[in-house]
């Protein structure tokens, strides 16, 4: 009697101990390439992760500097989120630095969430300087579709079962609650824009093909003649000449992070609307990922 008393002691205080374990266990330390990653994952991990961004607000990608600040960061993360598609190949190098196994490549702290994306403009010639900044992997911006918002979520839910297996359901359920409002704001943002679909739309560089996928907008060229390569004066002339011939209403639409003068300079030419916007998350008081496109949405159908 005494020793089925003493196993049953052990039996409840083992339960406890993994309860109170559970209740005071450490949130998990994620580390995202920009406040949009951070912002999903925030959505799904709760209160059971940490997250901390690489680079804050809108930012051109191409042009970001390393700092000791992100080794840190990245020294004491259980999983690093990336962009992927040669965007943050500046990230490759902090890894070696940081020398945290647990976010080398192969690891499960490790992801890149461009796998499951389907991507747009990868090209199909042999890549030279002559094409410009061409990605060899495809257009990077794919998170300018919320529809690949879900999948980056699909993603970051995945791995945080497999990190953390006993909050399976809390992150399932997190997930399923932010696939839904996404599913929700799409019918209202698709309704709000939907007059410019008759537009033609110039953009400066081309940072809006899986926004303008969602959202059934024409895309009729850009303001750099080459990718990565700044406007000419040749190259804007022609593009007058060509719109100039077209008698839809026209948008001249830019990334903030691009010199503002030319494309106001060009819009007035044309007689277009010019809008310029963040693409992250991050400035302009835009806090989260849906409030990304709440954003967007209302900046260009204004």
């Given at each position: 009697?005494?020793?089925n008393?003493?196993?049953?002691?052990?039996?409840?205080?083992?339960?406890?101990?993994?309860?109170?374990?559970?209740?005071?266990?450490?949130?998990?330390?994620?580390?995202?390439?920009?406040?949009?990653?951070?912002?999903?994952a925030?959505?799904?991990?709760?209160?059971?992760?940490?997250?901390?961004?690489?680079?804050?607000?809108?930012?051109?990608?191409?042009?970001?500097?390393?700092?000791?600040?992100?080794?840190?960061?990245?020294r004491?993360?259980?999983?690093?989120?990336?962009?992927?598609?040669?965007?943050?190949?500046?990230?490759?190098?902090?890894?070696?630095?940081?020398?945290?196994?647990?976010?080398?490549?192969?690891?499960?702290?490790?992801l890149?969430?461009?796998?499951?994306i389907?991507?747009?403009?990868?090209?199909?010639?042999h890549?030279?300087?002559?094409?410009?900044?061409?990605?060899?992997?495809?257009?990077?911006?794919?998170?300018?579709?919320?529809?690949?918002?879900?999948?980056?979520?699909?993603?970051?839910?995945?791995?945080?079962?497999?990190?953390?297996?006993?909050?399976?359901?809390?992150?399932?359920?997190?997930?399923?609650?932010?696939?839904?409002?996404?599913?929700?704001?799409?019918?209202?943002?698709?309704?709000?824009?939907?007059?410019?679909?008759?537009?033609?739309?110039?953009?400066?560089?081309?940072v809006?093909?899986?926004?303008?996928?969602?959202?059934?907008?024409?895309?009729?060229g850009?303001?750099?003649?080459?990718?990565?390569?700044?406007?000419t004066?040749?190259?804007?002339?022609?593009?007058e000449?060509?719109?100039?011939?077209?008698?839809?209403?026209?948008?001249?639409?830019?990334?903030?992070?691009?010199?503002?003068?030319?494309?106001?300079?060009?819009?007035?030419?044309?007689?277009?609307?010019?809008?310029?916007v963040?693409?992250?998350?991050?400035?302009?008081?835009?806090?989260?990922?849906?409030?990304?496109?709440?954003?967007?949405?209302?900046?260009?159908?204004?």
């Open positions: 009697m005494y020793y008393k003493f196993k049953h002691f052990l039996s409840v205080l083992f339960i406890l101990t993994c309860l109170i374990a559970n209740l005071y266990a450490s949130p998990l330390k994620v580390v995202a390439i920009t406040e949009d990653f951070a912002s999903i925030k959505s799904i991990g709760g209160d059971k992760v940490e997250i901390k961004s690489l680079v804050k607000g809108s930012r051109n990608l191409h042009h970001i500097t390393p700092k000791p600040s992100m080794v840190m960061m990245m004491k993360a259980d999983l690093l989120i990336r962009l992927g598609m040669d965007q943050d190949s500046w990230i490759d190098g902090l890894i070696q630095v940081a020398r945290n196994n647990k976010i080398f490549f192969g690891k499960k702290g490790y890149d969430c461009s796998h499951e389907k991507k747009r403009e990868i090209p199909t010639t890549i030279n300087g002559s094409m410009g900044d061409v990605h060899k992997s495809g257009n990077p911006h794919y998170w300018l579709n919320p529809n690949n918002g879900k999948i980056i979520a699909r993603e970051i839910k995945d791995r945080l079962v497999i990190m953390d297996p006993q909050n399976e359901q809390f992150y399932s359920d997190n997930y399923i609650s932010f696939s839904r409002k996404i599913d929700l704001k799409l019918k209202e943002w698709k309704e709000k824009i939907a007059p410019y679909k008759d537009f033609q739309i110039v953009t400066y560089h081309k809006w093909s899986y926004f303008f996928d969602v959202f059934g907008l024409r895309s009729i850009e303001l750099e003649p080459l990718p990565g390569i700044p406007p004066s040749r190259h804007l002339m022609n593009l000449t060509t719109l100039k011939k077209i008698q839809s209403p026209k948008l001249v639409l830019a990334a903030s992070f691009y010199p503002k003068q030319v494309g106001e300079s060009f819009s007035k030419k044309i007689d277009a609307k010019y809008v310029s963040p693409i992250n998350v991050g400035s302009l008081g835009i806090k989260s990922y849906i409030g990304l496109f709440d954003y967007l949405v209302e900046e260009i159908s204004k």
